[in-house]
């Protein structure tokens, strides 16, 4: 009787399995059938083990971030304020990171898209080169937010989310105007990677005020050739900008700035050192200078410029080895790119207060303020309003 009823359950299985092995979806509901008797419990007979439950699906993505290196700790700040913001309000996110190189990039993009992300937010590392990356998402409708850097030469790209990069080099160069007295005063010039929008545009905005200083001989360019032939311009074209910047690029980079003005002094002989002024794109790269400068002995005083309020920056500045820095607050920049994303998840449109054109379309966006940062302000600015908290420095006021 015993082998009879297995046998029987045996046979009712295999027919179950026959009849679910037709996978093609229909929009017929199975019909109901009744559950097999179950055979006598003697006893000796182990019952079959209950098949496990199947795995959920994997959820789609909400939100993917590609930042362009783990090598600056600018975009480390962007990290951890991108993470507490997005679990704040709920959205599963991914961030990668490109390590300087655009293979990797459009690499993360395709990643993202295999995960259903439905709004991508890029910081290219090469603006040009991610319109490759800009255009797979958008052909996958996915919705792309440029991030602090513009994607150029496509209309890939929905929305750029940024802070006044003019109004950043304006700053800089208000700061070295303001501290320089008398004329003939040498200003050192430095920029960003040619491979950045941002650069060109960092460095427009400091020409805009640096060219009527030139102009009237407070100050004397010393380090870029390029930049002398075209002093008596008030206004650069790109083209120019690139001569310009293809002389005194850093390529945002610590070891390559530090070179650089090395170079530079070395170069330079006593007339043009003394009391110095330097136009540094950004916080890396002033130390980097900053640490060249203060260690040459023709040099009595420098000013230097930078951007991002990095904590070694802040401490640099507290410390005197570095005069200033435009806060670019993060919290903000971040709080705008949740805000465009949650607006294009939810089916709405975020926000435009200026466009950039990208070489082909122009680009919504919406540019925040940016903070000049010295001693004077240090603490209101970068303390009190909790941006980083005073037990990060030492020496402060």
């Not at 991508?120 to 937010?145: C, M």
């Not at 750029?160 to 040498?186: C, H, K, M, R, W």
């Not at 294009?344 to 950039?356: M, R």
């Not at 980083?388 to 420095?393: H, I, K, L, P, Q």
Request: with cysteine; hydrophobic share 45%; net charge negative.
């Amino acid at each position: 009787m015993l082998k009879r009823l297995t046998i029987l359950f045996l046979v009712f299985a295999l027919l179950l399995v026959a009849c679910g092995g037709n996978n093609e979806t229909t929009n017929e509901q199975p019909a109901a059938t009744s559950a097999p008797e179950e055979p006598e419990d003697t006893g000796d007979v182990e019952e079959p083990e209950e098949p496990a439950e199947p795995a959920e699906p994997a959820e789609e993505l909400a939100v993917g971030i590609v930042l362009p290196t783990r090598e600056e700790p600018r975009w480390i700040q962007d990290e951890t304020r991108f993470r507490e913001a997005l679990e704040a309000e709920g959205y599963d996110v991914e961030i990668l990171f490109s390590q300087g190189d655009s293979a990797v990039e459009l690499a993360n993009v395709e990643q993202l898209i295999t995960r259903g992300v439905q709004v991508l937010i890029l910081t290219p590392h090469d603006g040009a080169a991610a319109a490759a990356a800009a255009e797979a998402a958008n052909s996958a409708g996915v919705k792309v937010i440029a991030y602090d850097r513009l994607i150029l030469n496509t209309d890939a790209v929905d929305y750029y989310v940024t802070f006044d990069s003019i109004a950043v080099g304006a700053a800089q160069a208000q700061y070295l105007v303001d501290n320089a007295e008398g004329t003939d005063n040498p200003l050192y010039l430095y920029a960003g990677a040619a491979t950045d929008n941002n650069a060109f545009l960092f460095f427009e905005g400091a020409w805009n005020v640096l060219q009527p200083k030139i102009a009237d001989g407070t100050f004397r360019i010393v380090n870029s050739s390029e930049a002398v032939a075209l002093q008596d311009n008030a206004e650069l074209t790109r083209d120019e900008m690139g001569q310009i910047i293809g002389q005194i690029t850093t390529e945002w980079d610590f070891d390559t700035a530090k070179s650089l003005a090395e170079a530079n002094l070395t170069a330079a002989p006593a007339e043009d050192k003394g009391d110095v002024f330097i136009l540094a794109p950004n916080d890396g790269t002033a130390r980097a200078i900053a640490d060249a400068f203060g260690a040459d002995a023709d040099v009595s005083s420098y000013i230097v410029t930078g951007q991002d309020a990095e904590i070694a920056s802040v401490q640099y500045i507290i410390d005197g080895l570095q005069s200033m820095t435009v806060l670019k607050d993060v919290r903000t920049l971040v709080a705008d790119a949740i805000a465009a994303a949650v607006a294009y998840l939810t089916g709405s449109t975020p926000p435009e207060t200026n466009t950039y054109n990208n070489g082909t379309i122009d680009v919504p966006a919406k540019p925040s303020e940016v903070i000049s940062v010295d001693q004077s302000n240090v603490q209101e600015v970068i303390i009190d309003s909790g941006y980083w908290d005073a037990s990060e420095f030492t020496g402060l006021p």
